[in-house]
DNA sequence: CTTGACTTTCCAGCGTACTGGAAGGTTGAC
DNA sequence: GTCAACCTTCCAGTACGCTGGAAAGTCAAG
């Protein structure tokens, strides 16, 4: 199976399986004799995996950690459960922020349709944006 | 007022503040004979706003955008009731990716406790994250 | 006068996940 | 044989907001 095949079976690019090999997530393949890269059936898997753990928030970091482990012959489950406990850490306080940043905002647009034309201070770039946020 | 003193009143660097200049920010200050930066305080200001602005999320293309619109002489009000509603739509979309995020990320590390030491497919990489999303 | 803290410019890099393009080699159908 | 569509490598750039460092000049205190 050629690059190019690869990346149509699992929706990704020729270049980011470069890529991703070039960064340590995906293994060389075996070459043809013209160079090409010659991929078996089991790549495919292994880029499913890939993108899996990518669509619950992993950085390629954290998941080129969880392949070393499976290349070593370990079970990955442990780390991987770790992984993505401090990940749903991170999505909630992310989540925090920026409801805090939305509450803020609201706060701004509800101040600026209050006071239409008064309080044009020239001192200031704009009036609107003078309060600051209550916690950051 | 020296480039040091200013950002010390305005809590950044003096690296940030040339940057700011060279990014548009801010404009080029006056020099001393010796070729030091000459600040006015009407600076400290307009260091204020860019930090107010940037607590209201607005990305420095943003607020470049707000203050050349007051460097015209015009009130940029308007203008930035407009970039602070469609910031507060992207918060608002990002919050729900993240809260979809959260809900997947949950999902995964009950499946992740629930089966044990059951189900290890030995051709996959690991068998917590074999369960796709359910809408991204 | 010396010393150390400050300033100047310029260029480069961080982290993230790719993407684009150049210059060339291979394959497969017609 | 010829053409397009594929493949190869390598280098560079994207967006974002800075940050670090080098090499040189300036300022103020002692």
């Known amino acids: 199976m050629k690059i190019g095949e690869l990346a149509a079976h699992t929706g990704t690019t020729a270049k980011t399986i470069r890529f991703y090999e070039q960064s340590g997530l995906m293994p060389e393949p ?22 899996r753990a990518q669509a619950a928030g992993l950085s390629l970091r954290d998941i080129r950690q969880v392949l070393a482990i499976h290349d070593r ?14 990940r749903l850490d991170q ?18 647009l509800a101040h600026a349709e209050q006071d239409n034309d008064t309080d044009h ?8 944006l003078e309060s600051e946020p209550d916690n950051a």
């Open 121 to 128: 201070d020239s001192s200031t770039v704009c009036w609107i």
């Open 30 to 51: 075996t070459r043809r004799p013209s160079g090409y890269r010659d991929y078996s059936t089991e790549f495919i898997e292994r880029l499913h995996f890939i993108r």
């Open 91 to 108: 999505v909630r306080a992310q989540i925090a922020e920026l409801i805090t940043l939305e509450t803020h905002l609201e706060a701004l």
């Open 73 to 86: 012959g370990e079970a990955p489950c442990g780390h991987v459960r770790g992984v993505l406990g401090q």
